[in-house]
């Protein structure tokens, strides 16, 4: 009959993902003619605890380069954007959010611009990104132990009498000398 140990240990017990496609506007001075290109960078977030849920705290820069007076001028506009994002994690059977866990955000998608348009003196434009989610906490891992120890194995030198002698004999005593 095999005994049981439980050992306490840090694990993921919860996991997920979250897709995000948000519309945005900026407003510039000039009437854009054409969109020459957008950027995000700077991209910046932190996990944290709300209750049962698990909020995302984060921000990112969006430069978008346009032209204008009829494709002569460029510019360059920027926003910072930020952003908090509360998430129904399901954490595994026997776990919980407590004040022991911790909160693990990875960017499976950066933040990227896919689409941008021009409207009047407006520029909308359209980020996409995807967070992972992790909550790692402490967990219990049953294991069995068996009692019985593994008998040792006997060690035996390779040298023997006659292999010592010979060495004895060899050795020079008059080397220092």
Known sequence: MALYKEIVTKAIIGKGKKYFKDNYYL??????????GCWVINHQF????SNDKVGVNGSYDVNIWYSYDNDSKTMVANKKIEYNNLFNVKVKENSDLNSDTDIIIKPLKQPTCSSVNINSNKISFDIEKELGIEIVGDTKVKIAVEEDEDPWDEIIDEVDDKTIKEIDDSVNEQYIK
């Open 27 to 36: 407003e510039v001075d000039n009437n854009p003619s054409t969109i020459l």
């Open 46 to 49: 932190k996990g944290y605890k």
